[in-house]
């Protein structure tokens, strides 16, 4: 971005929870230009849920559907060279969930907050406090969301494992 980022921007997007530690995250990629990797231990833990939790959607559902993606390819793979699959499908889920996802998930929240001032700033050019209010509304966490997907997904799975031993 062009023009500095006022800190009551990114307090707007980030929301009360962890200020202090993403606006210093932010500062210091203003700072350098870009931002910098750092270790994330609740993408680690959390993956999908976190994205949810941070509202960043596009990445909780490309996180969430990379081992369905994952798994097709082994498969290929499987069918392509027997036993190549399996090593894949660890290789490539264990590198991004554990290693790449919480190495850059700081900066993806960060390209994401620089997303939304910008869009902010088009929408209500000169209109500083339309801006900020557009950026809270946008901002914060969605608390409930995380809970919600684990309780969707308990009871599709219960549902799925009633539904198989009826067939049976």
Do not use: C
């Not at 231990?41 to 849920?49: A, R, T």
């Not at 090593?87 to 390209?111: D, E, H, M, Q, R």
């Not at 000169?126 to 914060?140: K, N, P, V």
């Amino acid at each position: 971005m062009s023009r500095a980022v006022p800190s009551h921007f990114y307090k707007a997007i980030i929301g009360e929870r962890n200020q202090a530690y993403y606006l210093s995250y932010f500062e210091r990629a203003d700072a350098r230009g870009y931002p910098p990797i750092s270790w994330h231990w609740p993408v680690l833990f959390f993956g999908v849920l976190w994205f949810a939790y941070r509202r960043m959607y596009r990445w909780a559902i490309a996180a969430f559907l990379l081992p369905q993606l994952t798994a097709f390819v082994a498969a290929g793979a499987d069918q392509l060279m027997p036993g190549a699959g399996r090593p894949l499908l660890l290789v490539t889920l264990i590198g991004f969930y554990a290693v790449w996802l919480p190495l850059v998930a700081n900066g993806l929240y960060y390209k994401q907050a620089q997303r939304l001032i910008h869009a902010a700033r088009s929408l209500k050019e000169g209109d500083e406090q339309g801006q900020l209010a557009l950026l809270q509304a946008r901002g914060g966490v969605h608390a409930q969301l995380p809970l919600l997907l684990v309780v969707a997904l308990t009871a599709i799975t219960m549902l799925m494992g009633m539904l198989s031993g009826t067939q049976q």
